[in-house]
């Protein structure tokens, strides 16, 4: 086929562009797999005890906080990175930014505390399985995004994966809040992180093989 | 070359409101400096750039919907035709072509080449692979130019399944180039 020909189809099989669709597949993609998520956790593994009172606790919208602003910035990353040519600017420092003030005010409640207090400030109760338990509610939101990407044309696959991967990741966090009964930010510095880190990882991997086109 | 930038733009943003005569041209100009460019970095495999010509109109085309009307053109072509040079030299592995530098952006419409020569790949041909319901409406369209509409007339398929049909195959198409060698 002559280049003209390949062009002159390319032009007769052109149909008009939908500049809403994004947002109506996004809106889609989380309309089928937030409840998917909420549901495991609610279902599953139980609604955390005294969530009524917890809201009234400052600490426990600070963690809603870091989990909303962490996945907001990454879901930002994903789009710039899924679209041709846009340049991620600033957006990386809406990932680093909570984390290192979260690291900041660990440090300060680690040092204040008596030394004996230390280790339940660092291990809580569930160290060991919250940041399995974060990337398994993160999954249904881990192929959604990863779905989502995968309708746009990233050309870095490998970030593109791993900002898509942490966008879920972060707000499979959110969402795994619920249930978690931990609130200490020394906690969440590091194992709601590397719970975030998980999935993040798993999109890293996953970018070059699955977002190509 | 801000007056490239800017008729192109105009002509694409015409061609995603669904004008399919603004669109020819878009990728007939874009397509004339893709060659150049591509031609410069291919420089010791002058027969694989109308092959990858094609295949980066094919991608223009299939992910069109990805460019931000905000966003220089250019930044956008070049991030397209700069990803599909890299593939093809990944898939080559010929990793001496990637001496080149690749980033200027700025260079994409400095040059322009019109003389398409012939691609050493017949798409017609992989075209034929297809599965009969993205074959048969891009056949239509190719040889005899027909909208979606005058297609799904023609074959008796619903408008819809014609777009569907379309849409899949000229993404199979653009994975089967893919792969290709």
């Not at chain 2, 094609?54 to 460019?67: I, W």
């Not at chain 2, 599909?84 to 040059?111: G, I, Q, Y």
Request: glycine share 6%; aromatic share 6%; with cysteine.
């Amino acid at each position: 086929m002559k280049t003209d020909e390949l062009i002159a189809m390319l032009a007769a099989a052109n149909t008009p562009v939908d500049p809403a669709a994004p947002r109506r597949r996004t809106l889609l993609a989380l309309a089928l797999a937030l409840p998917v998520s909420v549901l495991f956790t609610v279902a599953v593994l139980g609604v955390r005890p005294a969530l009524g009172s917890a809201l009234l606790l400052p600490a426990f919208w600070v963690r809603e906080l870091f989990c909303a602003a962490v996945s907001a910035a990454a879901a930002l990353c994903a789009v710039r990175l899924a679209h041709p040519g846009c340049r991620l600017g600033r957006a990386p420092l809406g990932v680093i930014v909570p984390v290192l003030v979260l690291w900041l005010l660990a440090v300060v409640l680690l040092a204040e505390a008596p030394p004996p207090a230390r280790a339940s400030l660092l291990l809580g109760q569930t160290a060991l399985v919250c940041p399995w338990l974060i990337a398994l509610v993160s999954a249904p939101l881990f192929f959604a995004f990863l779905w989502l990407t995968r309708q746009m044309a990233p050309t870095r696959l490998r970030l593109a994966g791993a900002a898509a991967g942490l966008a879920a990741g972060a707000l499979g966090a959110l969402v795994y809040t619920l249930h978690c009964p931990e609130l200490a930010p020394s906690f969440l510095a590091i194992w709601y992180v590397l719970g975030m880190l998980l999935p993040a990882l798993a999109g890293a991997l996953l970018g070059p093989r699955v977002l190509r086109w | 070359m801000r007056t490239s930038e800017e008729r192109l733009r105009e002509l694409l943003l015409l061609g995603l409101a669904g004008d399919a005569q603004a669109y020819n041209v878009f990728l007939r100009e874009l397509g004339a400096h893709l060659r150049a460019f591509l031609r410069r970095r291919l420089a010791r495999h002058p027969d694989e750039v109308e092959d990858l010509v094609q295949e980066t109109l094919l991608a223009v085309h299939n992910q069109r919907h990805t460019y931000d009307p905000g966003q220089p053109l250019t930044a956008w072509a070049t991030a397209v035709a700069r990803y599909k040079l890299v593939d093809f030299l990944r898939r080559h592995a010929r990793t001496d072509l990637l001496n080149d530098p690749l980033d200027e952006e700025s260079e994409l419409l400095a040059a322009s080449d019109s003389e398409a020569r012939e691609a050493r790949r017949d798409l017609a041909r992989l075209l034929d692979d297809l599965p009969d319901g993205q074959r048969l409406p891009l056949l239509h369209m190719k040889i005899e130019g027909l909208s979606v509409q005058e297609t799904a007339q023609r074959t008796g398929m619903s408008a819809s399944a014609v777009k569907v049909g379309v849409h899949r195959g000229l993404k199979a198409l653009a994975a089967r180039l893919r792969e290709h060698k």
